[in-house]
Nanobody
Framework: QVQLVESGGGLVQAGGSLRLSCAAS????????VGWFRQAPGKEREFVAA????????SYADSVKGRFTISRDNAKNTVYLHMNSLKPEETAVYYC???????????????WGQGTQVTVSS
């Protein structure tokens, strides 16, 4: 099993920045990719970004390209999501997930964290 714990969420003004962290533990050798997803109230969960666990492959949703950056620190088994120029409509619970490959489909990921709330005020 793989355990994922997100942190770094909070309240930020529009235009501000946050850095989310996703710490992995357990059978981390089975992780090949980590993705970030978000879900706003009343909306479906949507892909945000993903990164390969041991390579340089990254993927971003069009809506966050140029503003969000995903990175990892393998020594700490942690993946980060750096979010800049945040918008009120990006208020959501942000989840990290671990899976077999970098992909936008949530079904690709086997393990999920509990999520961290990000609130962007206008």
């Amino acid at each position: 099993q793989v355990q994922l714990v997100e942190s770094g969420g909070g309240l930020v003004q529009a235009g501000g920045s946050l850095r989310l962290s996703c710490a992995a533990s357990g059978r981390t050798f089975s992780i090949h990719a980590v993705g970030w997803f978000r879900q706003a109230p009343g909306k479906e969960r949507e892909f945000v970004a993903a990164i390969g666990w041991s390579d340089s492959i990254t993927s971003y949703a069009d809506s966050v390209k140029g503003r969000f950056t995903i990175s990892r620190d393998n020594a700490k088994n942690t993946v980060y999501l750096h979010m800049n120029s945040l918008k009120p409509e990006e208020t959501a619970v942000y989840y990290c997930a671990a899976g077999r490959l970098v992909a936008k489909a949530a079904t690709t990921y086997n393990y999920w964290g509990q999520g961290t709330q990000v609130t962007v005020s206008s």
